[in-house]
C-alpha cells in the first residue's frame, strides 16, 4: 500500500504542470520571475524556498496563514491539488 502511494505520488506529480498554473494563476500579481510584491503586501516567492511556498499555499487553503492576502488567495489555491501546489512551488525555484 505504501509503495502504491509513493508511486501516485510521483507519477501524479508528473502531470500538474508548474509553469502553467503559475503563469495563468500567480504571474499577474507575482511577475515572470516571482519577483513582485503581489498587490504591495505579499512576500516576494523568489525570496522563499520550495518548502515555504508549499507551507504557505496550503496555509492559505487551510485557513491558518493570510493576513491581508487571505481574502484573494484562498480562492486561488482552492482551486489547486496537493500536487498542483508542489508543482507550483517547484517551478518557482526554477524561474527565480
Do not use: R, W
Not at 508511486?7 to 500579481?29: P, R
Not at 485557513?63 to 507550483?88: C, F, H, R, W
Amino acid at each position: 500500500m505504501k509503495k502504491l502511494f509513493l508511486v501516485t505520488l510521483i507519477t501524479g506529480s508528473l502531470f500538474a504542470d508548474g509553469a502553467a498554473i503559475y503563469n495563468s494563476a500567480c504571474k499577474t500579481c507575482h511577475g515572470a520571475k516571482a519577483e513582485k510584491v503581489a498587490l504591495g503586501k505579499s512576500k516576494v516567492l523568489a525570496t522563499l524556498s520550495q518548502d515555504e511556498i508549499v507551507t504557505t499555499m496550503n496555509g492559505y487553503k487551510d485557513g491558518s496563514y493570510g493576513g491581508a492576502m487571505k481574502a484573494i488567495m484562498i480562492p486561488q489555491v482552492n482551486k489547486l491539488s496537493a500536487t498542483d501546489i508542489e508543482a507550483v512551488a517547484a517551478h518557482v525555484q526554477t524561474i527565480k
